[in-house]
């Protein structure tokens, strides 16, 4: 199982950013995936999940207004888009499944807002 992620960015407070992950090594469709953030000296934060076989979605409360997650199953990607950034967005972005009862994660996506 592998999951990779798209490079770090950085952003002006109020723009938009799309992070993607692609996934291999399993059945696409058959597996949720998870987001998780992580801001600097912090802990992990869970933002919601996405099942990619019909598009399901439950987001965290906190994010519900300004996330959106996507899921391409011709390409085995799934996408986060966040909106309104602000500096508190700043973090370390991961995707994350379940399989077989193993959590695998992504490298991360760095997301820098800063004017």
């Known amino acids: 199982v592998q999951l990779v992620q798209s490079g770090a960015e950085l952003r002006n407070p109020g723009a938009s950013v799309k992070v993607s992950c692609k996934a291999s090594g399993y059945m696409f469709t058959s597996y949720d995936i998870d987001w998780v953030r992580q801001a600097p000296g912090q802990g992990h934060e869970w933002m919601g999940r996405?099942?990619?076989?019909?598009?399901?979605?439950k987001y965290a409360q906190k994010f519900q207004d300004r996330v959106t997650f996507t899921a391409d199953t011709s390409t085995s990607t799934a996408y986060v888009e966040l909106t309104s950034l602000r500096s508190e967005d700043t973090a370390v972005y991961y995707c994350?499944?379940?399989?077989?009862?193993?959590?695998?994660w992504g490298k991360g996506t760095l997301v820098t807002v800063s004017s």
């Open positions: 996405i099942d990619p076989e019909d598009g399901g979605t």
């Open positions: 994350k499944v379940r399989f077989n009862g193993v959590d695998y």
